[in-house]
Nanobody, 127 residues
Framework: QLQLVESGGGLVQPGGSLRLSCTAS????????IGWFRQAPGKEREGFSC????????YYADSLKGRFTISRDNDKNTVYLQMNSLRPESAAVYYC????????????????????WGQGAKDTVSS
């Protein structure tokens, strides 16, 4: 059974940092594209970062470039998302998702392209 578990969410002040983890069980995460999505209250779920299968290409929403970094640790079967310079609008429930398909510029941010999801981790950015 494929399972993804997010961890690392919490309360942080504006300008602070958090590192989210997405740990897989039941499958080898290295062979999968992993996307990070978030859903703020009253808003739709949006994709904002991805690391692709096969070539490990990374993708970010334009507003996050330079502040967020996605990476893999295959020994720990985990994908990390380092989030720096967090802003109040970053507060949301964060989800990781997996799919074996390779992702590209036109596909990585679409939730319909990912078929296994974690339960979500809540981040609150507040002073």
């Amino acid at each position: 059974q494929l399972q993804l578990v997010e961890s690392g969410g919490g309360l942080v002040q504006p300008g602070g940092s958090l590192r989210l983890s997405c740990t897989a069980s039941g499958f080898t995460l290295d062979y999968y594209s992993i996307g990070w999505f978030r859903q703020a209250p009253g808003k739709e779920r949006e994709g904002f970062s991805c690391i692709s299968s096969r070539d490990d290409s990374t993708y970010y929403a334009d507003s996050l470039k330079g502040r967020f970094t996605i990476s893999r640790d295959n020994d720990k079967n985990t994908v990390y998302l380092q989030m720096n310079s967090l802003r109040p609008e970053s507060a949301a429930v964060y989800y990781c998702a997996a799919d074996r398909a390779q992702m590209y510029d036109g596909s990585w941010y679409n939730a319909e392209n990912f078929h296994s999801w974690g339960q979500g981790a809540k981040d609150t950015v507040s002073s």
